[in-house]
């Protein structure tokens, strides 16, 4: 298995799911299951250079999005993110419409790329696992939904 450095490596699963991931995509997918922390997420992140942790950015909101994350979620994930609710990402990602305040988030100068991806990926988690617990349950073959 390759090092999880970079975004544009990628794995290859071991467990038979079928499906290579790119070493962030499967990051994320471990801090949102529970395999890794939010704090290792977050020190990988901070290794990158500007324009993968943009990269890393762009690719936790469209998977935010992907799980329909609502404002309700980002209160939550915000409680789990370690980020002061008076920072800007925390402020941005409680308000309405929370699409438009993600991309708000993605494009904040890169001194607040790491507080950006804790609240992201913090949003993510919440409402992934609401998703993994409804739509998916029992009946999930999303690759990145079964790690191992």
Not at 25 to 43: F, H, K, P, Y
Not at 83 to 97: F, Q, S
Not at 122 to 137: G, I, L, N, W, Y
Request: hydrophobic letters at 40%; charged letters at 20%.
């Amino acid at each position: 298995m390759r090092s999880l450095t970079g975004t544009s490596r990628t794995l290859h699963s071991s467990s038979g799911v079928g499906e290579d991931l790119q070493a962030s995509a499967r990051i994320v997918n471990e801090v949102t299951q529970g395999i890794r922390s939010l704090d290792d997420a977050a020190a990988w992140f901070s290794s990158l250079d500007q324009v993968e942790q943009k990269a890393v950015l762009h690719e936790a909101v469209r998977y935010a999005m992907q799980a329909h994350a609502t404002v309700g979620d980002a209160r939550e994930g915000l409680a789990r993110s370690g980020v002061r609710p008076t920072m800007t990402p925390a402020v941005l990602i409680v308000r309405e419409p929370i699409l438009e305040q993600m991309g708000k988030i993605i494009n904040l100068p890169p001194g607040g790329y790491v507080k950006s991806i804790r609240v992201l990926l913090s949003t993510f988690v919440v409402a992934d696992t609401r998703r993994r617990e409804t739509e998916c349950r029992g009946t999930c073959n999303h690759a990145w939904h079964n790690l191992p």
